[in-house]
């Protein structure tokens, strides 16, 4: 019988490993951005910790470029290199749940999809994206935001511990009490680091229902129906998230045929509590305006976790970008409604997160993740089917991106950054904190073998963002 080595040509390897050609190695190469189309010498799937140590020493003694696969969501694409090893953790997404103590291990190739499901099975929760098919390894490790962030804090902010397979393919055990400098890295900090084999959570009690859903208003109410909501979330409890989305109307039956397709402004409510108390709390803003369509009613929260997942299909062609507002004047909701009246493509949505709440009150230096102080964060999020338009829509997201660029607060939120080079990277933690990170990154991963991420480079190296 031949051994996992000379089957799969990486020492001790024990997963299923693809090449140019094998049946399976398309779709496996494949990411979330249809713009992303890069060819690995070696798709490495992992099945456990082991595979995921041989993968790394594999690319590490061969030279070869090395990408980590999550969910596959990054942007970017760093998830996928050309002519280098892609390490696939989705084999592993194992979600164990400790009903007695709220703990959850998840291994680092899960997706929320799988993560909401287990947890929500005893009633808990943590923190989730808010599409379904996001993995939890990238979304976690640039700290995480998502609905119910005012109430149960970014998703970092519930990160007991991880295991972590190192640049020298040693595997380390990672806690407050263990290489407690690596555990306050990961917390924001990106991909730069090692592989995280396993996330350990300490998640809250939430759910299985909660009121939710969105109000659907024509553009042409969109200054009003945003500031009314910026007055209401200044005064709003932590159980309330959300946001306010300029976004076009789904084609669906449940829009008015009029509206279908068209510029429209959306808010999202989730009450992050009892159902009752959440009619009260938010009555103010279900009873605002004449929304075209009213959406908001009990629901589980798994399906709240994938309200959004239609309107985010897999391979369309995608440019994002993102900004911390540190205020939210008239002048800033008009140049965007101004801008999304005439947005390119139907697909495209522009999303205006309310920040407070739990987050803001974790000590700044608790997390490498920075900026949690800022009131709005903005998500400008493109996307478009025909690579003919890809210049039409990258010149209007950057320029209504600008547009709102003097409101921005210094820094930057590195999920939902695109390929902006090191400056930006840098702004996302501050002078301090990314000198801390690069001491990490010298002390972890001094080659920077983990280079396909919105990267620290050890220092005196420039650092390598690209995947391509
Ligand atoms: C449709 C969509 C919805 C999104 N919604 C949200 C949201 O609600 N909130 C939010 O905060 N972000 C959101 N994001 C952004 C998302 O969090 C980031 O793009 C994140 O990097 C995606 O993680 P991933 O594992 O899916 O992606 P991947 O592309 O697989 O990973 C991105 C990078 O993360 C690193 N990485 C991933 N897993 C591991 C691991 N286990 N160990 C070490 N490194 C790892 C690698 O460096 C990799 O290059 C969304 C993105 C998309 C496309």
Redesign the pocket.
Known sequence: MATPTVQSGIRGFRGEVLRPGDPGYDDARR???GMVDREPALIARCTGTDDVVAAVRHARDAGLPL?????????V???VCDAGLMLD?RPMNRVQVQPSDGSVRAE??A?WGQFDAATQEHGLAVT????S???????T??????WVERKLGY?CDSLTGAQVVTAAGEVLEVDADHEPDLFWALRGG???F????R?DFRAHRLGPVLLGGMLLYRHEDAVDVVRHYREFMAQAPDEVGGGAALLSAPPEPFVPEAARGRPAVGVIVVYAGDVEEGRTVLRPLLEYGSPVVSMVQPMPYTAIQQM?DTA?PAGMR?W?TADFLRELPDEAIEAAATRTAGVPSPLTQVILVPGGGAPARVTPDATAFDLRDAPWNVHF?SMWPDPADDERNIAWTRELAGALKPYAAAGAYL??LGDEGPDRVRAAFGPEKYARLVALKDRYDSDNL?C??QNIAPSGQVPRPRAG
């Open positions: 990411v979330f951005n990408a980590v696969h999550g969910g596959g969501h990054g942007v694409g760093h998830a953790l680092g190739g997706t989730g994206g808010r599409v098919s996001t993995g939890v390894g990238g979304l490790l640039g700290s995480g935001s998502g998703t990106g991909g730069n090692g592989v995280v084999t996330f959004l985010y995608n994002w999020l999920n939902f983990f396909l991420n």
